[in-house]
């Protein structure tokens, strides 16, 4: 899984807005062990909002693997080499990481209870 | 295929769809906490039918708060890709999908030679795959998103990959 924390296919963010779940693709980055989201057109009033952060890969049943983190995000100033020189500078965030799981169907194995 | 909102899609919303294998769920907890989630989807006449239960989180949160946004695209190395965002009323429904969907569900997820070889793969877990879904029998279901709200999500290609802006909404 450890290229899914590092460079997933694709991350998203989900948010609850209005009682409804807005979903919206992200840009994430590891630092120091610390979990940074970038979320890209517009991130108005998610600093300190609870969020779900998904990073997921594959097609077909036994490709399926994800990483599924949920935390808080708290708003930080973009990382020195956020790469937007010259355009909008993307609003960054720390994730402070509460409950995560992770999937990996192709591992799928006999539990031992033992 | 429409948009359920009575409007056709784009044409790159089409594309989207056709390279999407599976589709990332955002719902509401009855505590009001966001969940989400990728999940295998058919597209069928006016309706997203997604092939996840009522003891799944995501059916749990569609019974509790029946509204779903659904993202499609992204996927194979493509952060940077153009996404379809799709927002609407859900259900949580037991028992078998309709036969159409299922076809579909079968042929794309399971038939497809792709899909074929995937299992081939991986022939020894599928008894596991068998017992895990025998879990779920006694309330096996799916759920349901009839779209109101269509959204082509543009994609700025770069460092930084995503920066999503809406193009059109065809609500």
């Known amino acids: 899984m450890a290229d899914l924390v590092d460079d997933a296919p694709r991350a998203h963010l989900?948010?609850?807005?209005?009682?409804?779940?807005?979903?919206?693709?992200?840009?994430?980055?590891?630092?120091?062990?610390q979990q940074l989201v970038a979320v890209p057109g517009g991130a108005r009033g998610l600093d300190g909002r609870e969020v779900h952060l998904v990073r997921d890969d594959g097609?077909?049943?036994?490709?399926?693997?994800?990483?599924?983190?949920r935390g808080v995000l708290r708003a930080i100033p973009a990382p020195h080499d956020s790469g937007r020189e010259g355009g909008d500078p993307l609003p960054w965030f720390r994730?402070?990481?509460g409950r995560t799981v992770a999937w990996d169907y192709g591992q799928l194995r006999e539990a031992d209870d033992e | 295929m429409s948009s359920g909102t009575g409007s056709p899609l784009p044409r790159e919303g089409l594309r989207i769809l056709r390279r999407s294998w599976t589709v990332l769920v955002g719902t509401v907890s009855a505590r009001s906490r966001p969940f989400l989630t990728p999940i295998h989807y058919v597209w069928c006449g006016d309706e997203v039918f997604i092939t996840t239960g009522p003891r799944s989180w995501t059916g749990r949160n569609v019974i509790a708060n029946p509204h779903a946004t659904l993202v499609f695209g992204g996927e194979r190395g493509w952060p940077a890709a153009p996404r379809l965002r799709v927002t609407g009323p859900a259900r949580c429904v037991h028992g078998w999908m309709p036969p159409r969907a299922l076809v579909r569900v079968a042929l794309r997820y399971y038939l497809a030679p792709r899909a074929l070889l995937d299992q081939l793969r991986h022939l020894r877990q599928i008894p596991l795959r068998q017992r895990y879904y025998a879990a779920y029998r006694d309330r096996m279901g799916y759920i349901v998103v009839r779209p109101t709200t269509v959204e082509m999500l543009d994609a700025e290609h770069g460092r930084d990959g995503f920066a999503g802006a809406v193009l059109a909404a065809l609500d």
């Open chain 1, 59 to 69: 097609q077909y049943w036994f490709e399926l693997r994800a990483l599924a983190i």
């Open chain 1, 14 to 33: 989900a948010f609850v807005d209005g009682n409804r779940a807005e979903v919206v693709p992200v840009v994430t980055r590891r630092v120091g062990g």
């Open chain 1, 95 to 97: 994730l402070e990481p």
